[in-house]
């Protein structure tokens, strides 16, 4: 069983930035997809940020040029660096990863809150 731990939610004003971080344990290296995902209150979970172990990248439409996803595959982490945040990134954001296509394993989610 894998574990997610994630690290890097607060609290900050619009416009500034957060990074987010989640390490793997065990460290293993079949884990090709990992993301990030986040759901507001009274909203459904959406993908925000996805990387494969080859370092294809997608993003939500939403994020695009504003949130980097990066991963360390040596240490099993990966990272979300949210820059420019808007009140509408509050929620509470879940680390993900799997081994191939699906997120089979999930983080128990760390809150980021943005004031206007």
């Known amino acids: 069983q894998v574990q997610l731990v994630e690290s890097g939610g607060g609290l900050v004003q619009a416009g500034g930035s957060l990074r987010l971080s989640c390490a793997a344990s065990p460290k293993i290296a079949t884990l090709y997809r990992m993301g990030w995902y986040r759901q507001a209150p009274g909203q459904q979970r959406e993908l925000v940020a996805g990387?494969?172990?080859?370092?294809?990248?997608n993003y939500a439409d939403s994020v695009k040029g504003r949130f980097t996803i990066s991963r360390d595959n040596a240490q099993i982490t990966v990272n979300l660096q949210m820059n420019n945040l808007k009140v509408e990134d509050t929620a509470v954001y879940y680390c993900?990863?799997?081994?191939?296509?699906?997120?089979?394993?999930w983080g128990q989610g760390t809150q980021v809150t943005v004031s206007s």
């Open positions: 990387i494969t172990s080859s370092g294809e990248t």
């Open positions: 993900a990863a799997g081994h191939w296509i699906t997120y089979e394993y």
